[in-house]
Nanobody, 122 residues
Framework: QVQLVESGGGLVQPGGSLRLSCAASGSIYSINAMGWHRQAPGKERELVAAITSGGSTNYADSVKGRFTISRDNAKNTVYLQMNSLKPEDTAVYYC????????????????WGQGTQVTVSS
């Protein structure tokens, strides 16, 4: 059984900062890419940022220069530092991990967290 648990969401004023965390736990053989997606009301889920096991990163154009993704491989944890937040960043943020479970270490699966609400409003 594998779980991804997010934390760190909340209400913040425009221009403020938040840091999201997502810890993967359970019977994990290895984790490849990890990332953050978000979904605003009435919109499709979109990729915000992703990071490989080697540390290569990828960002949506809308967050470049404001958000930073990082990971601690020893803790199976991925972080999203969000600065200069805008009202349009308001969404539910979901953590994602592409990992190999111990039970089937030759096959990669996608796992998702339950989501954490980020609201940017004055």
């Amino acid at each position: 059984q594998v779980q991804l648990v997010e934390s760190g969401g909340g209400l913040v004023q425009p221009g403020g900062s938040l840091r999201l965390s997502c810890a993967a736990s359970g019977s994990i053989y290895s984790i490849n890419a990890m990332g953050w997606h978000r979904q605003a009301p009435g919109k499709e889920r979109e990729l915000v940022a992703a990071i490989t096991s080697g540390g290569s990163t990828n960002y949506a154009d809308s967050v470049k220069g404001r958000f930073t993704i990082s990971r601690d491989n020893a803790k199976n944890t991925v972080y999203l530092q969000m600065n200069s937040l805008k009202p349009e960043d308001t969404a539910v943020y979901y953590c994602n991990a592409q990992l190999l479970p111990r039970s089937i270490p030759w096959r990669e699966y996608d796992y998702w967290g339950q989501g954490t609400q980020v609201t940017v409003s004055s």
